[in-house]
């Protein structure tokens, strides 16, 4: 028996478009598929690279919650975004309408996160990984 071939996360909203746009337009996601059925049903579905499944206890949910926010704030699901840089995508994302909870934080794994309230009520995590972009450009980061 092989593994699934694809994680597939269902969010609904209202804000429809909004969101669509927010994703897609902002923070890059790749449209793989757009449908609209009867009764005005509607779906995008929006490709993100590799996807993973990343389980937690609470002692390690607070633990990210201390370091990228300061407090517990996080909800159960939180998603999470890979990306090149993470100051310049979150600038991006705020002024399409997210509401910054924490700036960009260095974490002990050598990542860049921020943490935002985004469309469809997702709570999001951007992060840049400081060693990947060290060895891709010879930078030690932002």
């Known amino acids: 028996m092989t593994g699934p071939r694809q994680l597939r996360l269902v969010v ?10 927010f994703y897609r337009d902002v923070l890059g996601l790749r449209e793989e598929d757009m449908i609209e059925s009867d009764g005005g049903a509607r779906v995008a579905i929006l490709g993100a690279g590799r ?3 990343e389980i937690i206890n609470p002692a390690q949910k607070r633990m990210i919650d201390d370091i ?3 407090r517990p704030i996080a909800p159960k699901i939180r ?11 979150t600038d991006d994302l705020v002024r399409a309408g ?6 960009p934080t260095e974490t002990p794994w ?21 060693e990947r972009r060290r060895d891709e450009d010879g930078s030690s980061g932002p």
Not at 98 to 103: E, G, H, K, S, Y
């Open 98 to 103: 997210a509401n910054l909870i924490a700036a």
């Open 51 to 53: 996807a993973t499944l």
């Open 79 to 89: 998603v999470a975004f890979e990306v090149e840089d993470t100051e310049t995508r």
């Open 110 to 130: 050598r990542s860049l996160n921020s943490r935002l309230e985004a469309p469809a009520g997702l709570q999001i995590t951007i992060f840049e990984e400081l």
């Open 12 to 21: 609904e909203t209202e804000e429809f478009d909004e969101a669509v746009s």
């Open 68 to 70: 990228e926010v300061g």
